[in-house]
């Protein structure tokens, strides 16, 4: 971090640097920080990724345009159908294609749920780094439901594969919305009981308030996308500035930290929950029938161009850049990974914060390893 | 700081609400399974183990291309045939190799199968195929795809020869129209 | 009967749904009178050397020497805050130049968005933008590692997803798909007697 | 029992191997516990493979250390990395032999006359209980020190930091005890307490909650386990610990809680004694043996170390020394100051 001159509390301070995982137990993946202390204030901490890097954009030149979704379940593993729904929706830009409105309605219902888990990963992790063992619990106990109407719907439960270039491969089972019905109405309960094990609690409050703290400005700056960006107050989500998929024909709310510190994105995320809620119920309410494939050719072959989409994922703007050549492979097919970005501001968010907030720091970014390498 | 919240902080009323919450979890319904002995039951759809039926099998390597990670080895020949009278060239299968070691389960080869039912499906609700080493006992060729040697199959589904259908892993309906198993 | 028939001819002559009919596909068109591209024309005559509209994104192609004067332009004056995304494309074998550099940028005053393209054949170095934006930093090294383009004056250009050692760039098309030999150990690939890919079965 | 060898080497030699032997049992099993009940709050099961519900797995786990390679780091400091695991869990049994669990029994008359169950009852009691179980730091010192290891050496030290500064309140809010109780030794602070008629831990509420707060301080235990913290420091002060050694650091931290158990009924709850000793209605809770009551009572303390574990979040370090300085010592003084003041007034014990 170069332009980022570390900051020495005084001359004769002798540092102690630590390097941090890849293999530790608190770094969500294989990231490893370079960690320069002073006794225990970080002076500099720089992340050094790569570990996970399987040259996925490298793999894509060679797929077909199908081919191509089962790779970007594997990126951000906690959010395979943000992912589909990311790269489905730029074929479609590219190809000119209006997906049914029933189909549309199921991706959004895919998509919630999928905030939902990945808002619930990161909960339960980031409470057990801090220590809270208990959260953890509670909160996979839920997302194990939704897997089963993941794995009820496509067949897998994790890299679900569920979406396809022009709408999707299968209608929903019977039964399968009042099941996810059932779910999204008891979950605003079960957000309750986590909050009251949490919100209130003066331990989690002195280990959150004012760390990790980073200004609206600083957050533009950094180029951070999602909560961590709300985070700071800047009221910003690509489903209401671009609104994809009908969302804009469902109500609800983007919340907005105030000072932009690990408490405030906690609040973001946990109000998000219940916004993702809102929207599935309204969602399931509206759902046209109607076919769910739109007529798109079985050898898709986009005409020459480029175009940028991007999606609102859970942990913020997942973008695709795809670049066609006419053929029926991509020539160059681009991922703007929100967690890249996000854990760029590491560094300038850890500064002179303990080793233990490190841990709360990298909790609080919520990266995902798969999507940062690639 | 308001009564309010000295009185909260002075009688741990924030402390005591967590400990609430842990204490009734203490008499919930426990969430784990006893996997060997309870086997957690996959849904309809679930993409599971292979399943292939050789007669079915058109040979048009819609699979082999449609699988992104070309893991289906097909290799066939063409053989003169009399039906009806008339001389025909029919292909016939020699190798249906699934490199299963590398399979990421995707289901698209399932999609591109132009068959009805499916010469190659994944519904078959098994996923216990685990095995000591990878690179024999995890490459399946045709005969291994139908025998299932190696491969547990779920409680009550049956294998691909004895009469596994795409959406019926039981192989009831083969077995009523077939034969009556006795 | 009557009614019935009036039914199924009015049917017909209403549209068919979008998702029906075939779809198609957005075509590339000249946008140079577009509001955002006369912007930066008022600003810099002649750093706009072309400019095309396709699917609603406008792209303008800015000369390589020009990038940082533009990107501080863009950012101070025409209040494109947020650079979304940096990423460069591999055009082999292009007599203008092999690289284009791509600058993807936001503004939130009326949630506009604007793409600069910048053309480099290969070894020419281009300036670094990470004194505009702080986020182009990792970005840049991104670019450096998987394509070997160099950045001017870039606070610390090292390969960020390769290893140090790494030598030869991925996502340059010249790169084989089945990677290089890097002296890692690489599990072979042991098929029983008779298994393995059949010749001449491509997954094309 | 007139004769000298058997009054004064055969019982307590019998008491010794028996309070031994319960102390390092209770220890085994309250791994069990701790693993059993955690599950139970975390909607899972727990250990339920080994025995019938999983009872002999504190046997196996034993059993499993017991056998277990004895890795000893290379340039460790032999001498002092064998030794801290004794240093740190002698103290934590001594402490037992002080610790009054019950009255005089004739263990249902299988005894010709009534001795007391527990092995001594020295007058400085309490004294020597925080004296001896102050000295289990110096094993967590050198262990850290000793193994060679960047990890467990700051662990160490912070572990350190963290015993000695939360020693001083616990102190002041047994000595607010004290006050009320006019004797050091265990047996005289229930007795006061019986003959005061409440338990001490209705006029001292705020020395039983500093007391009970820098007990689980002084163990490592949940809100305060910073040193060994996973997420930290990968294992704290005995990373380089395996096999016995690491079941010895296992059963130090154990006996502690059991100590600090006790001693907080000792001093709070009334040891042996039903609630409200004096008060004729509640006769009847009499059938009840004092051995009982006291164990109840301690497993009722032990319940909230394992519940306290499941619910709450990890101190960070400097909050923690915040709060043994900034907080718990001044509440502490002026809580003694308070309960000296009405020991003055209404006339401490006869």
Known sequence: MGNLEPVKPFPDSEEMEISFGPQHPATHGVLRVLVRLDGERIIEAKPIIGYLHRGTEKIFERETYNGTIPHTDRMDYTAAATNNQGLVGTVERLL????????????????????????????????????????????????????????????????????????????????????????????????????????????????????????????????????????????????????????????????TGASGDTYDRYLVRMEEMRQSVRIVTQCLERLPDGPVMAKVPKVIKPPKGEIYFSVEGPKGELGYYAVSDGSTNPYRLHVRPACFVNLQALDVMSRGLLVADLIAVIGTLDIVLGEIDR | MSIRGFLSSVFQIDLAE???????????????????????????????????????????HNCAKACPIDIIHIADHFEEVEVEGKKKKKKVLDRYDIDVKRCMFCGLCEEACPTEPLAIWLTSKSYEASAYERNERLYFTKERLQSWEGVQPYPGVATPDEGQMPDDPTGASSRTAAEPRS | MAEQDSATPQAQAAPKPPWEEKPVAPQPQDAREHPQVREIAALLPDAVVAATEFAGQVTVAVPAERIGEVCRACKDRLDYKFLVDLTAVDWQGRPEGRFDVIYWMHRFSDSRRLRLKVLLADGVEVASVTSVWKVANWMEREVFDMFGIYFANHPNLERILTWEGFSGHPLRKDFPIEGIDTGAAIYPDVYPPGGGPVAGEGGE | ?????????????????????????????????????????????????????????????????????????????????????????VPALVVFSVIPFGTDTTLFGLLPQAIPPYLTDINIGILFILGVSSVGVYGVILGGWASNNKFSLMGGLRSAAQLVSYEVPMGFSVVAVLLMAGSLSMVKIVEAQRQAGVWFFFPGIVAFFIYFVCGIAETNRSPFDLPEAESELVAGYFTEYSGMKWAFYFLAEYANMVVVSSVATVLFFGGWLRPFPNVAALAFLDVIPPFVWFAAKVGFFLFCYIWFRGTFPRYRFDQLMGLGWKVLLPVSLANLLVVGLGVLLIGGPR
């Open chain 2, 18 to 60: 967590g400990l609430a919450v842990t204490g009734r979890y203490l008499f919930h319904r426990k969430a784990t399974q006893q996997y060997p002995e309870v086997k957690p039951e996959p849904k309809d759809r679930f993409r599971g183990m292979f399943g292939f039926s050789e007669e079915r099998c058109i040979v048009c």
């Open chain 4, 1 to 89: 029992m007139a004769n000298p060898w058997i009054a004064y080497l055969l019982v307590p030699l019998v008491k010794i191997v028996v309070i031994l032997l319960t102390v390092i049992l209770l220890a085994a099993y309250l791994s069990y516990f701790e693993r059993k009940i955690l599950a139970y709050i975390q909607i899972r099961i727990g250990p339920n493979r080994v025995g019938p519900r999983g009872w002999l797995q504190p046997i196996a786990d034993a059993l499993k250390l017991f056998t277990k390679e004895d890795i000893v780091p290379s340039r460790a400091e032999k001498l002092v990395y064998l030794l801290s695991p004794v240093i740190i869990t």
């Open chain 1, 96 to 255: 000119g294609v209006t997906v049914p409105p029933r189909a549309a309605y199921i991706r959004m219902i895919l998509a919630e749920l999928q905030r939902i888990a990945s808002h619930i990963i990161w909960l339960g992790t980031h409470a057990l780094d801090i220590g809270a063992q208990s959260p953890f619990f509670y909160t996979f106990q839920e997302r194990e439901t939704i897997l089963d109407l993941y794995e009820e719907y496509c067949g897998a439960r994790l890299t679900l594969n569920c979406m396809r270039v022009g709408g999707q491969p299968f209608d929903l089972p019977e039964g399968w919305t009042g099941r996810c019905r059932a779910f999204v109405d008891q979950l605003p309960a079960r957000i309750a009981e986590w909050e009251a094990l949490l919100t209130n609690n003066r331990i989690w409050k002195k280990r959150t308030i004012g760390v990790g703290v980073i200004s609206a400005a600083d957050a533009i700056e950094w180029g951070l996308t999602g909560p961590p960006l709300r985070g700071s107050g800047v009221k910003w989500d690509i489903r209401k500035v671009f609104p994809y998929d009908h969302y804009d024909e469902v109500e609800f709310e983007i919340p």
